[in-house]
């Protein structure tokens, strides 16, 4: 029966797992309570081939028990319902130690369902999820439990782990291995931080590699074209999609272009054109504002057409947008503003519009004056001096100028025409 690579040299003790010395190195917490043999209910959040299901197994081993696997995407009540059935048999000894893989995809009534066995300590439970656990997992099962977090693997620990992948693999095969230097590193660096697609890699090297005798032989073109893409980590509904786009707007905020034309390239790399678009609008009106208005004008055509040309030739105008963007004076002024006015109208600070201000069915037929406003293109320079706000926010002040340019000079004119400078 076939078995992949990753699954068949799968590491059995934690001094081979790579990657995640924070939590399993020498004297760190988690390896500290694995080898202690008390081991409590653990929720392990990271992305995906980081460890988190190997770690599960070493822990059965160590502490001798019996260990049930359910994948949250395929498993049902009547699943957890089996294996609370073994518990107190001579199949369970020591207890159940159950490893639910990706939970987030459990129920509220699934996971409630699990609660009395953890607590009273029949069932250990084990649960890995890709996504935020306290975004998606239920609060009972969160405060029974001790979350830790796996960490995207590094190239150099990738590289190591390839190493023993081929090692081991040519060993099995019976085959002496002739690779060109670099061939480790370059799947460590292309597997994006999954150890899972760096062994697959090292597989498919092993299928399509030439064999002459007893000896195999890798290329670095051919370790970079069984990489190619794999370094891409990207759920366009899961934590990894608004990380990206938290990273793109955070770069172009911080005005870095380097690095905002980075993480739009990731987003576009994967395809993801509308996120992109959408993402580089908000950033226009937000970060960019009123320090250079027309950023918003630029910005919008640079969607517009990004949305006609499609994929590849969309990246040109998004490109100029993200450096435009991320060079541009930054002021967050309007935002600011119009969040600090919806604040007070939520606490119910609103009061009724003034009467110079509501609409009249026979403006313009002499019914102004009842009203009683002062129409400002009447008088000097556009502008008259009259109660705008509701009577119970008179005085209320929710935008402040920014530092800039563009706003500083805005400042001074209005200042000039109404006769507040210095004030």
Known sequence: MYRPLADEIRPEALEDVVGQEHILGKGAILRRII??????????????????TTVANIIAKETNRTLYKLNATMASSSDIKDIVAQIDTILTPNGILLYLDEIQYFTKKQQRSLLEHIENGKITLIASTTENPYFYIYNAILSRSTVFEFKAVSPEAAAKAVMRAIQIRGERLALKVDMEQGVPEQIGYGCGGDVRKAMNAVELLF????????????TLQDAKDMAQKSAMRYDRDGDSHYDL????QKSIRGSDPDAAVHYLARLLEAGD?????????VIAAEDIGLAYPMAITITKACVDSALQLGLPEARIPL???AVLLATSPKSNSGICAIDAALEDIRKGKSGEIPRQLQNMHYDGSGFEREQGYLYPHSYPNHYVQQQYLPDELTGAKYYEFGENKVEQASRQYWEKIKGTEGK
């Open 273 to 281: 054109l509308p996120s992109a678009c959408r993402r580089l609008l």
């Open 207 to 218: 299928s399509a590699s030439r064999v002459s005798g007893d000896t195999i032989r890798f």
């Open 35 to 52: 080898e202690s043999g008390n081991v409590p209910n653990l929720i392990f959040y990271g992305p995906s081939g980081t460890g988190k």
């Open 245 to 248: 786009l938290s990273a793109l």
């Open 319 to 321: 490109g100029d947008a």
